[in-house]
């Protein structure tokens, strides 16, 4: 394991600079800094936590904050997670995941934590974490926009939803589809309120009516219902009410193949039949699921690095000039499950 001496020799910097840097008890330049971390992450260098907190008076951890239900992580959640750890430790901090149930959010317990700062997943419209933790002063991070009546400029990494489920709509509609049935986030969550304005949008843009049938919301992450979405939804306006539906748009892999599984029982075909597009999916799944569904490239590990980036710039880490809001950039992947309305049937 590599030693503050190893870092020192290799940064070309004396032992006292490397505590510096990592203690931040005593100024030091950017370029010292970034040459610091930068040998250090070559070397796999690990300060000593402990003795850190001492000196600094900090817990050099950051809290992870995600809501759960009866749910595992998706690929999206595993790379989103990684993207935070290896940036945090980047600065020499460590990462205090946390699972909070459902039924807990709204307890002030999450002011008590051992941590410096926060990033926190899945922002919902007045979200009491946002609440408590800007009450409590606690330096926080949303991906996602925050949408809290009384917090006003805070500092949060995300997509562009709206700009995503437009492109998604013309993709489509360029395509020959008009009647596009939307299988959307949560209602409450803040994605989902931007996905929906950018769906709309996209369909009064192309003179299309958006009906009653076309956009769904995901229910809560404890209803037992959460683990199926997609299915019954598919099966009652492909099947039962016979819309003529053409096209999906799923809001996660899971429920891209809940609807796939529809299409099936209804004896329907993708994309010969229905065209279906993810929103965000796991990229290795999408290519063996049959057909390989055409996706949305959300870059969620960039999304990790970057919210830690904003939070250390908040905890003085991180030098210059820091923009409050990121967004980062999404691209379509094409694969095999849309089709252009005439050449697939």
Do not use: W
Not at 37 to 49: A, C, E, I, T
């Amino acid at each position: 394991m590599a030693k503050i001496d190893d870092v020192a020799k290799l940064a070309k910097v004396s032992k006292g600079t490397v505590s510096n840097v990592f203690s931040q008890k005593r100024p030091t330049s950017n370029d010292v800094k970034e040459r610091v971390l930068s040998v250090s992450k070559q070397l796999n260098y690990v300060p000593n936590h402990i003795a850190r907190s001492l000196v600094t008076k900090k817990t050099m951890a950051i809290g992870l904050t995600i809501p759960h239900g009866s749910f595992f992580f998706s690929a999206f959640h595993t790379q989103f997670i990684n993207g935070v750890i290896l940036e945090a430790s980047y600065y020499g901090y460590r990462v205090l995941l946390d699972m909070i149930p459902l039924q807990k959010v709204h307890t002030p317990f999450l002011s008590s934590y051992p941590i410096d700062g926060a990033v926190i997943m899945r922002p919902t419209t007045d979200d009491e974490r946002i609440n408590l933790m800007y009450t409590e002063q606690i330096p926080f991070v949303t991906v996602g926009r925050v949408m809290n009546s009384t917090v006003h400029n805070a500092y949060c990494v995300d997509n562009d939803n709206y700009a995503i489920i437009y492109n998604i709509c013309k993709y489509l509609i360029d395509k020959g589809h008009q009647n596009i049935m939307f299988l959307n986030a949560n209602e409450l969550m803040t994605v989902s309120i931007g996905r929906k304005e950018g769906f709309i949008k996209a369909m009064e843009d192309h003179h299309l009516q958006v009906e009653e049938h076309m956009i769904h919301h995901k229910p809560d992450l404890s209803s037992n219902e959460y683990l199926e979405y997609g299915y019954e939804e598919t099966m009652a306006i492909l099947g039962e009410q016979k819309k003529g539906v053409t096209a999906i748009i799923a809001d996660d892999d899971r429920t891209a193949f809940s609807a796939l599984n529809a299409i099936k029982d209804l004896n329907l075909r993708v994309p010969e039949n229905v065209s279906i597009f993810v929103i965000c999916g796991d990229l290795s799944m999408m290519v063996q699921s049959n057909p390989p569904l055409t996706s949305m490239d959300l870059q969620p590990s960039e999304l990790g690095a970057q919210s830690v980036r904003l939070l250390m710039s908040q905890l003085g880490v991180l030098q210059g000039d820091i923009p409050r809001n990121v967004i980062i950039q999404s691209k379509i992947i094409e694969r095999n499950s849309c089709s252009t309305i005439g050449q697939a049937r």
